[in-house]
């Protein structure tokens, strides 16, 4: 913050707000009811927050001034006079105003706190939380890893399951139940989705199942992608298969420390023309980081020149357009001192042929 002339960080994310105060807040749904950390620079943090979650707060943050509010909706003035209470009436004060964050805060209750500083300055600090985030502590790794692994548990008990006729809303609901089951978090909850899907949105015998699993565990996320044939899968769905997975694992050797991210996806989409396919046009990407939140900083896209260092988690998801249809498998990973450490028990992962009963649809 000092570096970045920033007097005051003005929190509303949840994934932001959970990082620097450890308040696992399920207020966050009601946008009538915004929770807020004040972190100035010079002075004690404080939270503004709803009543309800005041004693949790208490126990989970290190947070000693916590001061509650029971209005509905928020009155906007509140943060505005919190501010000036603080100190703050000429501050430089940072919030979350770049490309990848939101304001979990009504554009009322912050034309609120101007009017009531009008020698304050609302400037963009989320250069601050991206840099504070983007290299995760041992115990963050450790607990993305327990999140992936929940993914497979999950992923396997799913594929035990389909059976031909399941209609992709049940196939949807089904993912979401074997998450829970595993160990998933029913909050942030899971996401799921199956790319183009089946044709008339039933899945038969022949099709090939593509399922994109994000979860969390204790806040932190997993993000995986496997692919799965209802049945003997054709020679073409394994050809498609056996080049994503060494796709998978040129873009594993390719990274280590001190590159530049977009290195990674353009040594991809190099070896990607080399093999016939098209190039991946401007814009797309073939990986990510992760952590509280399911897309961080750095990108594996064309243009991030973040460098990768040790500690980084990133979820590479290559993929390719074959016979109309995307195919992709996505893992999770940790840049170390030497290149990238799978966090996922088996990161290649073989096109599996699942078991259907006899005379199914």
């Not at 966050?28 to 927050?49: M, T």
């Not at 980081?289 to 973040?306: H, K, S, V």
Request: aromatic residues 6%; charged residues 25%; negative net charge.
């Amino acid at each position: 913050m000092a570096r970045a002339s920033i007097d005051c960080l003005l929190v509303t994310e949840p994934s932001g707000y959970r990082y620097l105060c450890g308040h696992q807040n399920s207020q966050f749904a009601i946008g009538q009811r915004p929770s807020i950390l004040i972190l100035p620079v010079e002075r004690d943090p404080v939270l503004i927050i709803p009543a309800p979650e005041v004693a949790q707060a208490r126990r989970q943050s290190a947070i000693a001034d916590v001061r509650g509010y029971v209005e509905f909706p928020f009155n906007p003035a509140r943060l505005g006079s919190n501010l000036a209470e603080l100190g703050l009436g000429d501050a430089a004060i940072g919030c979350e105003f770049g490309p990848s964050h939101r304001l979990d805060l009504s554009q009322s209750a912050l034309e609120a706190a101007r009017r009531e500083l009008p020698r304050a300055r609302f400037v963009d600090g989320s250069g601050v939380l991206r840099e504070a985030r983007v290299i995760k502590s041992d115990l963050e790794i450790e607990l993305i890893g327990e999140a992936s692994g929940i993914a497979i548990r999950a992923l396997e008990r799913f594929f035990s399951l389909l059976r031909p006729g399941a209609r992709l809303a049940d196939c949807r609901r089904l993912a979401l139940v074997c998450a829970l089951e595993a160990g998933a978090d029913p909050d942030p909850p899971a996401i799921v989705s199956f790319g183009s899907g089946p044709r008339d949105g039933v899945y038969r015998k022949a099709d090939l199942l593509q399922i994109d699993l994000a979860l969390s565990y204790r806040g932190y996320r997993a993000d995986l992608t496997r692919r799965a044939a209802l049945g003997p899968p054709t020679g073409a769905d394994r050809g498609d298969h056996d080049r994503i997975v060494d796709l998978q694992r040129d873009v594993f050797e390719s990274i280590r420390p001190g590159i530049p991210a977009r290195e990674v996806a353009l040594k991809f989409a190099d070896r990607l023309t080399a093999l016939g396919y098209p190039r991946p046009p401007p814009g797309s990407w073939i990986g990510h980081g992760i952590g509280l939140d399911l897309l961080e900083a750095p990108y594996l896209d064309f243009e991030d020149q973040t460098s990768l260092q040790p500690g980084m988690v990133l979820t590479p998801e290559p993929w390719f357009v074959s016979r109309g249809q995307v195919v992709m498998v996505e893992d999770t990973g940790v840049v170390t001192e030497t290149g990238f450490r799978s966090l996922v028990p088996d990161p290649f992962d073989r096109l599996r042929e699942l078991t259907i009963e006899s005379g199914s649809g």
